[in-house]
């Protein structure tokens, strides 16, 4: 079993840049696809990016593509989502997530594909 607590959100602005931290219990972490995705007010969890067990493979969401960037230290048990160029649409809560799927695209974008999740953190840019 895997338990995550995310950590890292706050007020951004437009433009800016924030760095979410996502840190998980347990010694089989590096097992995991590690996913971050987003819930803002009235819609629904979407996937914002996901990396493989070790790193070396990531996707990303559309919406962040050439933005964000996830990373995970293993040896740490850390997982990482770099926020760059925010825009006001980024609002929302952020949720880290672990899986044992396979890192296909249309798996590791779908939420019910993963067995444990964060409780989430406030992101909130303004404009």
């Known amino acids: 079993q895997v338990q995550l607590v995310e950590s890292g959100g706050g007020l951004g602005q437009a433009g800016g840049s924030l760095g979410l931290s996502c840190a998980a219990s347990g010694r089989t972490f590096g097992r995991y696809t590690m996913g971050w995705f987003r819930q803002a007010p009235g819609k629904e969890r979407e996937f914002v990016a996901a990396?493989?067990?070790?790193?070396?493979?990531?996707y990303y969401a559309d919406s962040g593509k050439g933005r964000f960037t996830i990373s995970r230290d293993n040896a740490k048990n850390m997982v990482y989502l770099q926020m760059n160029s925010l825009k006001p649409e980024d609002t929302a809560v952020y949720y880290c997530?672990?899986?044992?799927?396979?890192?296909?695209?249309?798996?590791?974008?779908?939420?019910?594909?993963?067995?444990?999740w964060g409780q989430g953190t406030q992101v909130t840019v303004s404009s």
């Open positions: 997530a672990a899986g044992t799927k396979p890192f296909f695209p249309s798996v590791i974008t779908t939420a019910t594909q993963y067995n444990y």
């Open positions: 990396t493989s067990w070790n790193g070396g493979a990531t």
